[in-house]
């Protein structure tokens, strides 16, 4: 599980695509946020179409975990 608010802000988006797009295909990760990651889960898709399936696990208020899976 990667929490996120451990990244500095100034490479946030760059380090969790690095772990994302490191994912072997059926692989998966979760990544963890103390708030909803709606752009990042947007440039995902921008990035990889379908490549990548994501699901709510907890949805606020506090916490937001979301799996994202390598379905190559």
Not at 4 to 14: D, E, F, N, S
Not at 36 to 64: C, I, K, M, S
Request: net charge positive.
């Amino acid at each position: 599980e990667l929490d996120v608010q451990t990244i500095p802000h100034a490479i946030r988006h760059a380090a969790i695509f690095g772990a994302i797009e490191s994912l072997r295909p059926g692989a998966a990760m979760v990544i963890s946020a103390t708030h909803n990651p709606v752009p990042l889960l947007g440039q995902l898709a921008q990035r990889h179409g379908d490549a990548f399936h994501t699901r709510y696990l907890e949805e606020g208020p506090e916490r937001w975990r979301i799996i994202i899976r390598n379905v190559r």
